[in-house]
C-alpha cells in the first residue's frame, strides 16, 4: 500500500501537529501537578537566636552594620520580618500584646512607605509598660482595641496584603521573641488566609470607635492623621 | 476500500480498550487535579457559644442529655473536641495553661480509650489553681514540664494519631474557650504537621525528668503507670 508524497505531507503535518500539542498539554499537566504542592507554608519556632537584622531595614551595601550581633544569619525572627516587610498594599495586625521594639520598627517603617496599617490589640494590654501601640498611633498608624474590658483579645495573627497569613502562639514581645517557646506559621493557603480575614474584618468593624461613644471621647484614640479605613 | 469482519472485530476491541484506558486515566486525573485542592483545613474561631456536649463523650440514644444548654447545635468548641476525640492511636499535647474541665475529660476518656497520650506544659502554670494537669497525671498520663523556670512554654498545639494538628491563640481554659477573641487552626497538611511533631518530639526530649534529675526526685512527676515513651 504505497502513499502518494501529499498524503504524506499530510500524515507528517498532522504528525507534527499532535506533538507538539502533546508535549505542550504534558507541561501544563507537569505544572499543575507541581502545583497541587500548594502554596507557601513556612512554620518558625521560638526562641530565636539572635542576629543582625539590620540589613533588613537599610539596604546599603558599603555601609555593613557595625553591632556585636551575628551577621548574615537566618534565624526565625528574620524571617518573621522578611514577612511582615514583604507587605507592598496593607498589613492588618491582631495582637495581644505588642512590645517588640523591632517589630515596632518594621510597622513604622512599612506605614512610612505607604502601606495601610491596622491594628487591633487588646484593652489592658496595650497600656503597659514597653508597649509599641502608643508609638503606632502617634505615626498615625490605625489602632483600635478591644471594647469589652471583660475578655481579651487573645489573637496573634497578621495578613501581608490580604493573602499571607502569619499565626501562631507569639505575642510581639522580646520574651516571646527571644525566650519562650513558641510558633509561628506562615502561609498563602487561599482556605487558610479567608477565614483569618474575614475575622480581622469583623473585630476592626466590631470595635470601631464610632460605635463605642462613651470609651472614644478622650481624644486618646485617633492622634494624628489616622484615618480609619 | 472494505474491511473484514476479522479486521472490524480488532478496530472495535482495540477501541474499546483505547476508551476503557482514556476513562480510567481521566478519572485519575480528575482525582488529581481535586487533590490539589489539598487536605483538611478548617479554622475555628473563639468564643464559642455554650452547647451540650455530651453527645461527644456518651453515645445513647435512648438517654438524652437533661441539661438546660441547646443541644445539637455545633460549635467552634465541640469541632475542637470532635478532632482532639478522633485520636485513635496517639495525642500529643503542648500546652502552656490548662483548667478546662471538658478537655480534661476528653483526655482521659482518650487515655482509658488506651490512645498514648502525652503532654507537655508550663513549669508555673501546671500548678496554678484550676489546673487538669495533676488530674491527668493522676490517671497515669505521662505529662512533662518545661525545666527551666525562667523561659515560658507558651505553644498551644496538639497532634493527633500524628497527622492531624490542632494549632493557634487558644489556651485551655474556659476563660478562652467562652470569652476571649481566639483562634484555632486544624489541618492535616504534612508540610505543616511535620514541623510540629518535630518540635514536640524535641520538647518531649528535652524536658526528659530522666536529665533533669535535681528538680526530679521530688515524687511528683511519675504517679501511678505512667510510662514514658
Known amino acids: 500500500m504505497s502513499m502518494s508524497f501529499k498524503e504524506l505531507m499530510k500524515v507528517l503535518g498532522l504528525g507534527a501537529v499532535a506533538f507538539v500539542l502533546g508535549v505542550e498539554w504534558l507541561n501544563w499537566l507537569k505544572r499543575r501537578l507541581r502545583d497541587s ?3 507557601l507554608k513556612e512554620v518558625l519556632f521560638f526562641p530565636s537566636p539572635q542576629a543582625c537584622v539590620e540589613h533588613l531595614f537599610i539596604h546599603h551595601k558599603h555601609f555593613p552594620c557595625a553591632c556585636p550581633l551575628p551577621h548574615g544569619v537566618e534565624t526565625s525572627f528574620s524571617r518573621l520580618l522578611v ?22 520598627r518594621a510597622i513604622l517603617l512599612l506605614h512610612k512607605r505607604g502601606v495601610v496599617v491596622r491594628v487591633v490589640t487588646d484593652r489592658d494590654y496595650m497600656t503597659i509598660t514597653g508597649s509599641q501601640i502608643g508609638a503606632l498611633r502617634k505615626a498615625g498608624i490605625c489602632v ?4 469589652s474590658s471583660a475578655v481579651h483579645m487573645h489573637h496573634k495573627f497578621a495578613l501581608v496584603d490580604g493573602r499571607k497569613l502569619i ?6 514581645t522580646l520574651t516571646a521573641v527571644q525566650s519562650n517557646k513558641e ?6 493557603e487561599p482556605e487558610l488566609v479567608g477565614p483569618y480575614q474575614k475575622e ?29 479605613r
Chains 1, 2 share one sequence.
Open 83 to 104: 514577612h511582615l516587610l514583604s507587605a507592598r498594599m496593607s498589613l492588618d495586625l491582631c495582637v495581644f500584646s505588642f512590645s517588640h521594639m523591632e517589630l515596632s
Open 183 to 188: 510558633n509561628v506559621m506562615v502561609t498563602e
Open 200 to 228: 480581622f474584618q469583623k473585630l476592626w468593624e466590631a470595635n470601631d470607635p464610632a460605635n463605642h461613644k462613651p470609651q472614644c471621647t478622650n481624644g486618646q484614640l485617633n492622634i494624628k492623621t489616622c484615618k480609619d
Open 144 to 147: 483600635r482595641h478591644e471594647m
Open 37 to 39: 504542592h500548594g502554596p
Open 167 to 172: 499565626t501562631g502562639s507569639l505575642n510581639w
